[in-house]
């Protein structure tokens, strides 16, 4: 039974990892690919802890929580950018 949930869930959150894959390369403008970038680092972020889950190893929870940090970090740089058009002050 618990090898069918981490088998359901690691198809559907790859589906979603194309999915987002496709809208940051062609997506119709930059907020909608700076978006699908953060959610993009979300569902690697899911599938890494799906991994640890199934796997009894911790260590992949710590590579999760830095793809998260480090997603976070640089959403916010991106969308500042964007915004300002410059990243400092």
């Known amino acids: ?3 069918a949930v981490f ?6 959150l790859t589906v979603l ?5 496709a809208l940051v390369l062609k997506g119709p403008s930059t907020a909608t690919r700076i978006l699908a970038l ?7 972020t ?6 640890a889950g199934w796997q009894r190893v911790s260590y992949y929870l710590d590579a999760a929580l830095i793809v998260a ?3 976070f970090v640089s ?9 300002r058009g410059r ?3």
């Open 87 to 89: 990243l400092f002050s």
């Open 1 to 3: 039974m618990h090898d």
């Open 7 to 12: 088998y359901l869930g690691a198809v559907w």
């Open 75 to 83: 959403t916010l740089a991106a969308a500042r950018f964007y915004g």
């Open 38 to 44: 953060d959610t993009l680092v979300l569902m690697l």
């Open 46 to 51: 899911g599938l890494l802890i799906l991994y």
């Open 69 to 71: 940090l480090l997603g």
């Open 17 to 21: 990892l194309v999915a987002c894959a």
